[in-house]
């Protein structure tokens, strides 16, 4: 009862704050409910947004991760959209083109500096921009290198896929860890066709064809793909690595010693930091067509229902100053959008403790297909993937894989490309 | 003009008015929309209108064909062997571009059986759907007996005058009040292929012969492991419906049971069974719905692997409908589940019906 009471009299206080300095309030909808140190962050963004202009006034609602892009969806259906989204950039040409997000108007100038993946782009026009990115490195420690006698591999010069198979063998026959490499086979859901993805594409095939978007036959189920099923199939054949993994030993796996190498992101970085002394980074091994790792992490949008979409882009410009890229950064680890913001940043500086992750993420970071069918694609390759894990005849896999998500285009008239 | 059904009745329909009015609302209006949409093309999302495609999601959903292919041979005529059998052409030759049979295009194998020399392929549109058809009657099929009989089991025993028996009975019902959800969870962990409860508890029993076992990772113990955790944690549902059952029956019956001299067998068989009969139909026609919709495990324990091993028919409604945004396949699945469970139900009506 008191809450309802307080819930009025904040709503009262609101309406009529609102009139009294006839300024416009722009909801906004952010996907970090349930961590603390994300609201912190954006509500001062927020706070400092408000407090310097007296034209907009932003509202926050906040969702947990989990359910945000279902909310967004039946908000959708319900009419129901806040003036300004936040966006996982891979799912955001889904958005577009199904009419929840209209282009997002600001200064070119300004996002000049930005990582490539930071930009949501499709059908030419930008959509949504991110304050950081995310990046894959396999992560490993010195030690383990000098025990296994091998080379470190740098930017220049990644391991190529006999090294690293070499690397997974020397590793498994000293026994100096329980499996050799850890995928994080735990994370299912987008991690896979995120952290797998990429191994797809520097084999030289990928998700759909991304000359056309029309059509995933050859490139899903081509040569290149057949031969990246084939040596992901070995990868747990072979007992590098396990199909099925335990969540605890994804979290605490490499830190205690039972992996060698771990395919994990920024995120954890600092975790196995403060594990060991001796942890190395390493980019993505050359398995043919070059190394790549994913790009493009959470972003901000307008909604195409705003009716005050230069607010909304004035809320996100604002917040794309350096000093809020290096707080989120110092506050939940990810990779600033731009060198100078990693400049200010306790880890990403040049010579910092993550600093190769900004190089990762600027030189092998690839986008997810830019195409609204993505979703869809993300959810039959992830599918694919754990089934030929798991020990499913890689051709037909594949090709069931490419039918289903031909299907899916077909079904939806070519997605509008 | 007004019937007497109606007017009579007022009181009743009145209390029956809400309840009425929102099973109508979220469940029948709904159900109307799944059969209208599983005649179109439906996206969750999407700027493109619907249309109208007739049949072709049931086409899609349920087309299965056969197809038989002789073994490879060489210029001799020989059959060519590989690892001691025959060696056939792959199916994915004969399926793909293949300008004799088109109409295989697309379908895949689901499985296959070999007579004499030749080798017969069932080929499904929808491999993944017609596993999780399997598996969903497996499911039925152990869970239904199975757990109406522990069920029946367990209530004969608390139907006793003992001391403290409420707290048995508290025990068995308690599963059926903690969330689905949180009972799920709570059996991954159990399940663990390293260190869950299940296996330390085994390796600790025989002494570490019996070796780890990743229940819910392998294809052929996760889906009995899931069947095995849902008849634990609904069975004690079960058992409160036959206790008031049993309870129903006239204690007089016993006694002259007991005063002819009945063995208690004989008192289980002609009296407590006979007067179970209604009860029997209600829990067998209960627990075959329940079973049908087997989803909540599915979606924290499995997510339908390792290997479609756990797909189910719900499972894979929501999965398309919500996970793919393709709201016309996952209603063509309601619909199709709505037909099997439909039929069944009457059938088991039929085989229960009063004999006169």
């Known amino acids: 009862m008191t809450k309802l009471k307080l819930a009025a009299a904040l709503l009262a206080a609101t309406t009529w704050g609102g009139t009294a300095l006839a300024q416009q309030t722009l909801t906004m909808w952010y996907h970090g409910a349930g961590n603390d140190v994300e609201q912190k962050l954006i509500g001062e963004v927020i706070a400092d947004f408000n407090a310097s202009q007296t034209d907009w006034k932003v509202e926050l609602q906040s969702f947990p991760q989990a359910a945000y892009n279902d909310s967004v969806v039946a908000g959708a259906l319900a009419g129901n959209l806040p003036d300004i989204l936040d966006v996982d950039g891979p799912n955001m040409p889904n958005w577009a083109w199904a009419g929840y997000m209209q282009p997002l108007k600001i200064d070119e100038t300004k996002i000049a500096e930005f990582l490539p993946g930071t930009k949501g782009i499709w059908n030419g026009e930008l959509y949504s921009i991110g304050l950081w990115d995310a990046a894959v490195a396999m992560v490993t420690r010195q030690s383990t290198l000098d025990a296994l006698g091998l080379r470190t591999p740098t930017l220049d010069q990644p391991w190529t896929k006999d090294e690293f198979m070499d690397a997974l063998a020397k590793a498994k026959a000293s026994g100096k860890c329980e499996y050799a490499l850890d995928l994080g086979m735990a994370w299912t859901g987008e991690w896979y066709p995120y952290a797998f993805s990429p191994f797809l594409q520097s084999f030289g095939g990928d998700i759909v064809d991304r000359s056309t978007y029309k059509t995933a036959e050859g490139a899903l189920n081509g040569d290149a793909a057949m031969a990246f099923g084939e040596w992901w199939q070995s990868l747990f054949k072979d007992g590098y690595a396990q199909a099925t993994q335990d969540p605890a030993d994804r979290d605490g796996g490499f830190n205690s010693g039972k992996y060698c190498f771990s395919w994990n992101g920024n995120w954890a970085a600092l975790g196995s930091l403060a594990a060991f002394d001796d942890v190395l980074f390493l980019p993505a091994p050359d398995l043919g067509n070059g190394p790549k790792i994913g790009a493009a992490s959470w972003q901000f949008g307008v909604s195409a229902k705003s009716q005050h979409p230069e607010g909304a882009a004035a809320f996100i410009e604002f917040a794309l100053q350096d000093k809020y890229l290096a707080a989120f950064s110092n506050g939940i680890g990810l990779i600033p959008a731009t060198p100078s913001a990693a400049a200010l940043t306790e880890n990403y500086a040049p010579g910092g403790k993550l600093a190769v992750f900004f190089d990762l993420s600027a030189k092998q970071g690839l986008v997810r297909p830019v195409t609204p069918g993505y979703v869809v694609q993300a959810k039959v390759f992830e599918k694919a993937v754990a089934d030929i894990a798991n020990g499913a005849d890689v051709a037909a896999t594949l090709d069931a894989a490419t039918d289903e998500i031909n299907a899916d285009i077909e079904k939806n008239n070519g997605y509008g490309h | ?356």
């Not at chain 2, 522990?150 to 028996?165: C, D, P, S, T, V």
Request: glycine share 8%; aromatic share 12%; charged share 15%.
């Open chain 2, 1 to 356: 003009m007004a019937s007497k059904f109606l007017v009579s009745n007022r009181t009743g329909w009145l209390m029956a008015g809400p309840s009425i009015l929102l099973i109508a609302g979220f469940i029948v209006l709904p159900f109307l929309f799944a059969i209208l949409f599983s005649f179109t093309n439906q996206r969750l999302v999407s700027p493109n209108a619907a249309e109208f495609v007739g049949f072709a999601n049931y086409r899609q959903l349920l087309d299965v064909t056969t197809l038989t292919v002789e073994p490879e041979r060489d210029a001799a005529g020989a059959v060519v062997m590989e690892d001691g059998a025959p060696k056939y052409p792959s199916v994915r030759s004969l399926t793909r571009n293949n300008p004799d049979r088109p109409d295989l295009n697309g379908m895949r194998e689901w499985f296959s059986f070999g007579h004499g020399d030749s080798r017969t392929y069932v080929l499904a549109r929808d491999v993944v759907f017609m596993k999780a058809l399997v598996n969903t009657f497996i499911f039925v099929l152990v869970v239904a007996p199975v757990q109406g009989g522990l069920a029946l089991g367990l209530a004969l025993l608390i139907n006793q005058r003992l001391r403290g028996i409420n707290v048995f009975r508290t025990i068995y019902f308690m599963p059926v009040v903690v969330s689905i959800v949180v009972v799920s969870l709570l059996w991954r962990f159990i399940y663990d292929g390293q260190s869950g409860l299940l296996n330390n508890l085994l390796s600790a029993l025989s002494f570490g012969a019996i070796p780890k076992v990743d229940w819910l990772g392998n294809p052929s113990t996760a889906l009995g492991a899931i069947i095995a955790m849902s008849i634990w944690q609904a069975v004690g549902f079960y058992m409160v419906i036959w206790l008031s059952g049993l309870q129903t029956i006239s204690p007089t019956l016993y006694e002259a049971g007991a005063i002819e001299g009945a063995s208690k067998w004989q008192t289980f068989r002609y009296i407590t069974w006979p007067g179970l009969r209604n009860t029997t139909v209600l829990v067998l026609i209960v627990i075959t719905m329940q079973a049908f919709a087997l989803f909540a495990q599915i979606d924290v324990m499995t997510g339908g692997g390792p290997l479609d091993s756990t797909q189910t028919i719900v499972f894979q409604a929501v999965e398309r409908g919500y996970g793919k945004q393709d709201i016309s396949g996952g209603s063509t699945i309601s619909v199709v589940l709505f037909v099997i469970v439909l039929s069944i139900s009457l059938i088991q009506r039929w085989l229960t019906r009063e004999k006169s």
